[in-house]
T-cell receptor, first 113, second 113 residues
């Protein structure tokens, strides 16, 4: 059983389109995250939700909107895609952040043409 | 502004020898550090962590050393095995209870049989 799953694994789309990436975790965690790994390979946090409430919202364009329908899901919707949005997006989850061990999904490689 | 730096993008080591991966940080508020391992097409997986109250933490073949005065930590893998070939990310947070991790760019380790 996959602990943290993301769909789709690959996403190729045109500039200006709107797309969503879904994330689900079956670990019973109450905190979920979205990270972006850009071409320079840095993993940067974008958002974090705890019990469906937004707790971290880094400096991310408001074209990016996370949605958490329940504790097990955190989806990422991106409007008006731009070339610079091309990256690998990782979802992660954790228990209370007492030890900071976050469990990551396999990533979604987004390519904007 | 790289607060966590992994200055070696890659490292090659013979099987059975020691692998030493280095990480430097600039934010003196960081007091909890983690290492993650990442295989291609997979998400990062937690490897080992250390709190700033310690200078060493060991788990099997993996040992992390922390030098707070130098703002430097290192991950030792001994003996290195071909299955250890992966990208290793250093991460840091302010407090073990923090939701937010700051990652380095990663070091690609290749263990040569």
């Amino acid at each position: 059983d996959t602990a943290v799953s993301q769909t789709p694994k690959y996403l190729v789309t045109q500039m200006g389109n709107d797309k969503s990436i879904k994330c689900e975790q079956n670990l019973g965690h109450d905190t979920m995250y979205w990270y972006k790994q850009d071409s320079k390979k840095f993993l940067k946090i974008m958002f974090s939700y705890n019990n469906k409430e937004l707790i971290i919202n880094e400096t991310v364009p408001n074209r990016f909107s996370p949605k958490s329908p329940d504790k097990a899901h955190l989806n990422l919707h991106i409007n008006s895609l731009e070339l610079g949005d091309s990256a690998v997006y990782f979802c992660a989850s954790s228990y209370l952040p007492a030890n900071n061990e976050q469990f990551f999904g396999p990533g979604t490689r987004l390519t904007v043409l | 502004d790289q607060q966590v730096k992994q200055n070696s993008p890659s490292l090659s080591v013979q099987e059975g020898r020691i692998s030493i991966l280095n990480c430097d940080y600039t934010n003196s508020m960081f007091d909890y550090f983690l290492w993650y391992k990442k295989y291609p097409a997979e998400g990062p997986t937690f490897l080992i962590s250390i709190s700033s109250i310690k200078d060493k933490n060991e788990d099997g073949r993996f040992t992390v050393f922390l030098n707070k005065s130098a703002k430097h930590l290192s991950l030792h893998i001994v003996p290195s095995q071909p299955g250890d070939s992966a990208v290793y990310f250093c991460a840091a947070s302010v407090g073990a209870g923090s939701y937010q991790l700051t990652f380095g760019k990663g070091t690609k380790l290749s263990v040569i049989p």
